[in-house]
């Protein structure tokens, strides 16, 4: 077995901090896909309603995943010394940062996992998603990586209960090795939306259920 390195080590520990801190206090249940991702490099891209939000994606793999984060939480504090530890990649606010996509391919191509909130922020409307940035589809399509959709429907709150779904992994091998342009990336961000919708609609419907049998 290979020896660990201190990011997986350290992914480890948040692992073990996740069962015994969080789950108590800010349960959730998972549905759809609920094995762990841990057979090949995968792009997380979950909605964003809040800061917990990363929990989500970091349990969805046994393995460390590097998450996009916003360059002011690089800056100072107690927030910079953790997405430096965790090996987060800065991004600036309007998702179009070069330098993180680079960044983010190089940690796929040597086969470690990534985490993108295409919305850029915390959706703090009654629409169900904001507009999403480009990105994580063009990203997976020159790095052959699939894409795990992950939704939740509410912000996460201290012992409130949530659910979380997870879809299949999403590929557009259709347009690997091929020479894209800004309307094949756009059709592949509108599917990734478009999977995104459905999987809230099925979530919802599925917690409806629930509610009505416990009835």
């Not at 659910?163 to 894209?180: A, M």
């Not at 800004?182 to 939306?193: F, G, K, N, Q, T």
Request: charged share 30%.
């Amino acid at each position: 077995m290979a020896k660990l390195n201190k990011f997986e080590k350290w992914f480890r520990t948040l692992h073990r901090l996740e069962r015994i801190f969080f789950r108590p206090f800010f349960p959730y249940k998972k549905f759809g896909h609920t094995e762990t991702f841990n057979d090949r490099p995968y792009i997380f891209v979950g909605n964003h309603l809040g800061l917990l939000d990363v929990v989500y994606s970091a349990v969805g793999t046994d393995k460390p995943v590097h998450f996009l984060a916003k360059k002011d939480l690089f800056e100072k504090g107690l927030m910079k010394k953790f997405v430096t530890k965790c090996q987060c990649i800065p991004v600036s606010r309007d998702g179009t940062d070069v330098k993180a996509i680079m960044q983010a391919m190089k940690y796929l191509k040597n086969g470690e996992s990534i985490a993108i909130y295409p919305e850029g922020t915390r959706n703090k409307t009654k629409e169900i998603f904001l507009p999403f940035k480009s990105g994580a589809a063009a990203i997976s399509i020159k790095t052959k990586t699939p894409i795990v959709p992950i939704v939740h429907l509410k912000k996460i709150r201290f012992l409130r209960k949530e659910n979380v779904i997870y879809g299949e992994p999403l590929e557009f091998s259709e347009y690997y090795d091929k020479r894209l342009t800004e309307e094949d990336i756009a059709v592949c961000d509108e599917a990734l939306r478009n999977r995104m919708f459905e999987l809230h609609a099925e979530l919802t419907e599925l917690t409806s259920k629930k509610r009505r049998k416990s009835k």
